[in-house]
């Protein structure tokens, strides 16, 4: 078939909301930018264990512990999952990983910044996977059908997260003075972080024209950004903790909240390198997969010999 009808093809598929798969036809750029988008995607769930992993010694108690090794496993399980959608798209796992450590790909900001105290794992949990569903349960309906079936069982995860983080913010919140405080501190420093995980404004994201288009963004960041703020001042306002924003106001017209702008300034210098654990991330991810080649080299040697087995059977 000729290109322009492979292309026609292609975009009456999307018209029908029809799911493109790995054999299906595709524009390099609709592959390329999959490939920036799920790898990215990808990266933030490895790097995002490293903040929470750094807790699960110093959990309050046993139960803390247990809850939050299987919160900080199942980010590893969704990076496999993520890694494994984007290899469908002729790219190797290697390459991808390759991109995250030499710091060309990108992975998101908010794993940048350190979790000081117990009450930030209260706020990860609250904020940053709050954001993150927020984001995700549109990716279930992404028009590239190996993201979307990942996307499915991400989501359903990430709720357990999002729970899990807003116990210990309840927990702090109607605990002591002091471990209220610990609460208000730790959300007066995610706020405004969480806000920039969805991207910068509309007017002024490259991507999104062609996301929209190829139907793997369904919604804008601006809309997911206010749709986040709408459902998270009320939790606030139930804990009764106060929002980090002189700004925040009710608007009846719009149905939604009123608030002030993030600092553009500092997110762009945190997805270029310069964020407060920027260098120290990159430094344990890369340490992590140095000491993890003998595992990698076992399982290789394994598979071949499986296989190996397999056909003389
Ligand atoms: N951080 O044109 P734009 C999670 C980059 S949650 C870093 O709007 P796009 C987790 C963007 O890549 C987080 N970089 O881009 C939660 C682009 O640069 P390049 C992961 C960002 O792609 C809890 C440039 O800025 N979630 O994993 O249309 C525990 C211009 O932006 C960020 C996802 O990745 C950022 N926050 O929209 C553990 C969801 N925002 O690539 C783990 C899937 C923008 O041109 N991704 N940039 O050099 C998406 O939905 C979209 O990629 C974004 C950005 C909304 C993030």
């Known amino acids: 078939m000729e290109t322009v009808s492979l292309e026609a093809n292609f975009d009456a598929k999307l018209t029908r909301n029809e799911m493109i798969e790995p054999?299906?036809?595709?524009?390099?750029?609709?592959?390329?930018?999959?490939?920036?988008?799920?790898?990215?995607h990808a990266h933030s769930e490895i790097v995002g264990m490293l903040p929470e992993g750094n807790w699960i010694t110093r959990a309050p108690s046993l139960r803390a512990k247990i809850v939050l090794l299987a919160k900080v496993q199942d980010e590893g399980g969704h990076g496999l999952y993520l890694y494994t959608a984007a290899e469908t798209l002729q790219i190797s796992r290697e390459e991808l990983l390759d991109q995250l450590h030499t710091g060309k790909a990108k992975y998101s900001s908010i794993f940048n910044y350190p979790t000081l105290t117990w009450a930030d794992i209260g706020a990860v949990g609250w904020l940053v996977d709050g954001a993150a569903i927020m984001n995700q349960v549109m990716l279930q309906r992404t028009s590239y059908g190996p993201y979307a079936r990942a996307m499915v069982r991400i989501c359903k995860e990430e709720s357990f997260h999002q729970r899990q983080g807003y116990e210990i913010m309840c927990r702090l919140a109607f605990g002591s003075q002091e471990q209220k405080e610990m609460a208000q501190d730790a959300l007066n420093?995610?706020?405004?972080?969480?806000?920039?995980?969805?991207?910068?404004?509309?007017?002024?994201?490259?991507?999104?024209?062609?996301?929209?288009?190829?139907?793997?963004?369904?919604?804008?960041?601006?809309?997911?950004?206010?749709?986040?703020?709408?459902?998270?001042?009320?939790?606030?306002?139930?804990?009764?903790?106060?929002?980090?924003?002189?700004?925040?106001k009710w608007n009846d017209a719009k149905g939604g909240y009123d608030f002030g702008t993030p600092d553009w300034n500092e997110f762009e210098n945190v997805i270029h390198g310069n964020g407060p654990?920027?260098?120290?991330?990159?430094?344990?991810?890369?340490?992590a997969h140095d000491k993890g080649r003998w595992v990698r080299e076992a399982a290789a040697v394994f598979a071949a010999k499986k296989k190996g087995m397999d056909k003389a059977a």
Not at 277 to 287: F, G, H, Q, S, Y
């Open 23 to 40: 054999k299906d036809w595709m524009p390099d750029n609709y592959r390329k930018h999959l490939i920036r988008q799920i790898s990215q």
């Open 189 to 248: 420093r995610w706020w405004w972080p969480s806000l920039m995980m969805f991207g910068p404004p509309d007017a002024n994201s490259p991507n999104s024209a062609n996301a929209i288009k190829w139907k793997i963004k369904r919604e804008s960041n601006d809309q997911l950004r206010q749709r986040f703020v709408n459902q998270t001042v009320p939790q606030a306002e139930f804990l009764g903790l106060s929002v980090p924003d002189k700004e925040l």
């Open 277 to 287: 654990c920027n260098k120290e991330r990159l430094a344990a991810r890369v340490e």
